[in-house]
């Protein structure tokens, strides 16, 4: 036994020897193994044999394809090395051929790589010869000449080579010997020859023992037992027609289709020239395939056939006659390949999902076609169904690369199913589809997108710190996290303070709150800039333009600028006696902080010393009178007037307004000076009046005549001097007030030549100044379409928000030039 291990395991060595000198010269890694080696036994060297790194076979995902379904070797990752995954037995993977090899590859990835392996199955002495049966049956009649030859069936051993039959022996007897033969077709085969004759009285049956032998080491034996019966003489075998015949069938041939018939003819007459037919041995798997009629010698198809499992099949057929001698003869059947197989899809490796920004050229799969059937039958056309930017690409042999053609949009497609359609080029051709599908991952490619291009919001003044005054929402087309949009103020000044102290927005849900309540009077409109960012990496990010108006509420009383309400001293104006119905006395002025209706102020006298003597202008604040005054109207007359604006709920401010009726100016300034020194009663009174009141006697006759002689240089008639005209000191103006023409509280443009004023003490004349709407400090000046500010504003009457927006320069002409076509 240990000689016989020595002797394979050195016909193995110099195989593998062979081999491995052949690898190098094909370019295939070629190995030769004996059958029946244990599961994990070592084959070779494959990693070392083909130049591979140990780390590479893991990392590039080394495996063995195999075309059959059953994996007769695999590969050890750790040390590279090709072993025995199952059980190898020659004879049934390979029958009689004579050679026996296992094919199949070596697949890597990354990049694709395929290494063709050849493992040569040895045959190893594992089966011993074996008869057709083990009882021989033979009738030979007595009248038998020395000589006489008798043929049996010959033994048949699986394995090939040296290892199948032999030799035979024949158990030392008193009649036969034996004789063996060698032929191209039946190989070892054996003949019993009579060398003493026969006597059927003496003895019926003889027995004989036949043993097979092979020529392996250790040597194996078969054996099978003659029994012969002793008859009459029958001198003729039967004898076939041919030796041989061979035929060709389709695989697809119908169970009961007739291969071939046989014919054998016995010249004896009667039983002894009866001839029957049966199969003695057939080769393949399946000895069920075909059926023999024993009357007719007709070989049919009784089992399926299949090329891909059998292309060859070899029929031993025994002819006998009744006395038992027989003849043989040989069958070959060739089985052709018809296209009965369709191809298969085996997707090797899938690399899914794939990144929207992965370049054209882009391998997703690797996709193996395999036909079982031979010739142009398992030539094969690979295609995609569907219009999808992918492509097939052939790579080696019978696999196909997967690639992108085109860039991907995760946000246009997200997801492709792709239908891979492989058809041979058989009659009628086999088509096979598989079904891919592909997802797309998504990256940050889509900055936030906000469904305007800018936002108004509408607030109230005064509103409550903490309420929302509207909404932003931008839209990010990417996936997850990269969709995820935030919110942000970007940082701004309005009046010199941070945007972030007037509202602030929500993170998550682009809502903008109030921090603070706003007051319209200080500013009507202010911009905010959001920017929307995603969380994706890097961001992405968008702005937009929020423009948030303040409407205006009454929230401000009226306030009067003339008469002036403030200290201890009160304002009086003087009326002569002598004023008719509908004169101008004086004119009550004030201005609303507000705007639009709630800046529309009503002016009526609420309490008058004679209700029925003055009147006042709903709109306009102008006091007249309502009749002649008489000498019986009482001399001081104090008027109560009601300035109320037109908001809801409205406001309003009250003014007392003293009048004196006089007869001269004289007179009038007697009664102003007896009201204002009424609580002085020291001796000098007298004296200081009379010089004060010369004093403003003869300034105030100057005045007269140097404005009379202005006006009449100029070549216009003097007017009246009480006729539509009332003095308006220039100190009940606030300092940057300014009048809209034709609208607010001051309807109408007054021009004032001279005044007295009786709100002091001294009674001191004052040279007029001309107040019109557009009177600015000396120190503010504004361009043509600049925008005044707010607080410079005011907004009454009928005027709308947008004319207060008109120039200083200009309303200045257009009230110089009104100023001028009056006088």
């Not at 490619?445 to 936002?455: I, L």
């Not at 005044?755 to 040279?767: P, Q, R």
Request: glycine content about 6%.
């Amino acid at each position: 036994m240990a000689k016989q291990g020595i002797s394979v395991l050195w016909q193995v060595r110099c195989f593998s020897f062979l081999v491995v000198m052949a690898h190098f010269s094909t370019g295939d890694v070629s190995y030769s193994v004996p059958e029946e080696m244990k599961r994990g036994a070592v084959i070779g060297r494959l990693a070392q044999d083909l130049g591979l790194d140990l780390k590479q076979l893991s990392a590039r995902k080394a495996r063995l394809d195999f075309q059959e379904s059953r994996q007769y070797c695999d590969i050890r990752m750790e040390t590279g090395e090709l072993i025995v995954n199952e059980r190898i037995d020659r004879e049934e993977l390979c029958g009689q051929k004579p050679s026996c090899a296992i094919i199949f590859e070596l697949f890597l990835e990354h990049p694709l790589e395929l290494h063709r392996i050849v493992v040569e199955v040895q045959d190893i002495n594992d089966n011993a010869p074996a008869f057709p049966s083990d009882f021989i049956k033979l009738e030979i009649r007595e009248s038998a000449v020395r000589g006489a030859r008798f043929s049996v069936d010959e033994a048949h051993d699986p394995d090939i080579g040296i290892n199948s039959v032999k030799s035979y022996a024949l158990a030392a007897n008193d009649h036969f010997v034996l004789a063996v033969h060698t032929s191209a077709d039946r190989g070892k085969y054996c003949e019993i020859v009579l060398e003493n004759e026969l006597d059927r009285e003496k003895q019926a049956e003889v027995s004989l023992i036949l043993t097979a032998y092979d020529g392996g080491t250790p040597q194996r034996s078969g054996t099978a037992v003659i029994q012969i019966t002793v008859l009459d003489a029958n001198d003729n075998v039967p004898v076939f027609t041919q030796a041989v015949y061979k035929v060709s069938l389709d695989e697809n041939a119908p169970l009961d289709t007739v291969v071939v018939q046989v014919t054998a003819n016995d010249k004896d007459e009667g039983a002894n020239g009866e001839v029957t037919y049966e199969i003695s041995h057939i080769s393949g798997k399946d000895k069920t395939v075909f059926g023999i009629d024993p009357i007719s010698g007709e070989i049919k198809v009784k089992g399926p056939l299949d090329f891909e499992e059998s292309s060859f099949y070899e029929i031993r057929i025994k002819a006998k006659d009744g006395a038992g001698q027989a003849a043989h003869c040989k069958v070959l059947v060739e089985v052709g390949d018809v296209n009965d197989n369709a191809p298969v899809i085996m997707i090797k490796s899938l690399n899914t999902p794939i990144a929207e920004n992965s370049p054209p050229g882009t391998e997703v799969a690797i996709i193996n076609i395999q036909d079982k059937d031979s010739g142009s039958n398992s030539k094969t056309q690979c295609s995609i169904q569907q219009n999808v930017p992918f492509k097939l690409k052939p790579s080696v042999k019978n696999y196909f690369s997967l690639l992108t053609e085109e860039h991907l949009d995760r946000e246009a497609v997200s997801e492709y199913n792709i239908t891979i359609v492989v058809t041979d080029e058989g009659s009628p051709p086999l088509s096979a589809s598989q079904n891919l599908q592909i997802t797309i991952s998504d990256v940050n490619d889509n900055p936030p997108e906000f469904d305007r291009r800018s936002y108004s919001a509408f607030v109230s003044e005064n509103n409550t710190p903490g309420s929302s005054i509207c909404s932003v929402m931008a839209k990010d087309s990417d996936w997850k996290q990269n969709g995820t949009v935030s919110y942000f103020l970007i940082p701004g000044e309005l009046n010199g303070l941070p945007i972030s102290s007037f509202v602030s927005i929500n993170r998550d849900t682009g809502v903008i709150h109030a921090v603070r309540s706003f007051d319209y009077e200080q500013f009507r409109d202010f911009n905010v800039q959001v920017e929307a960012k995603d969380n994706g990496s890097p961001q992405l990010s968008s702005n937009v333009f929020v423009t948030v108006f303040i409407s205006d509420q009454n929230d401000n009383s009226p306030q009067i600028l003339y008469p002036s309400q403030s200290g201890n001293s009160f304002m009086t104006e003087m009326v002569p006696r002598s004023a008719q119905a509908r004169s101008l006395v004086s004119k009550v002025i004030a201005v609303d902080a507000d705007s639009g209706q709630n800046a529309w102020l009503s002016y009526q006298i609420v309490k008058s010393t004679d209700p029925g003597l003055f009147s006042i202008g709903l709109n306009n604040g102008e006091i007249r009178t309502q009749r002649d005054i008489s000498e019986s109207d009482q001399i001081k007359q104090n008027v109560v007037v009601l300035v109320k604006d037109n908001g809801q709920p409205p406001h309003s401010s009250t003014c007392v307004m003293n009048l004196l009726i006089s007869d001269d100016v004289l007179d009038f300034n007697s009664e102003l000076n007896n009201l204002n020194t009424h609580s002085e009663k020291m001796s000098n009174t007298t004296t200081y009046l009379i010089i004060a009141l010369a004093a403003v006697t003869s300034l105030f006759f100057i005045f007269i005549t140097i404005i009379l002689a202005v006006r009449f240089c100029r070549g216009e008639k003097p007017r009246m001097f009480l006729d539509s005209a009332v003095a308006i000191p220039g100190a009940f103006f606030p300092p940057n007030y300014a009048e809209v023409e034709g609208s607010g509280t001051l309807r109408h443009s007054y021009n004032y030549d001279a005044f007295l004023t009786t709100g002091s003490a001294t009674s001191d004349f004052k040279f007029a100044r001309t107040y019109n709407e557009n009177t600015l400090p000396v120190e503010q000046t504004y361009k043509t379409g600049e925008k005044i500010p707010n607080e410079q504003q005011c907004n009454s009457g009928n005027l709308s928000e947008e004319s207060s927006q008109y120039s200083l320069e200009n309303k200045g002409e257009q009230s110089m030039n009104k100023i001028e076509g009056q006088l």
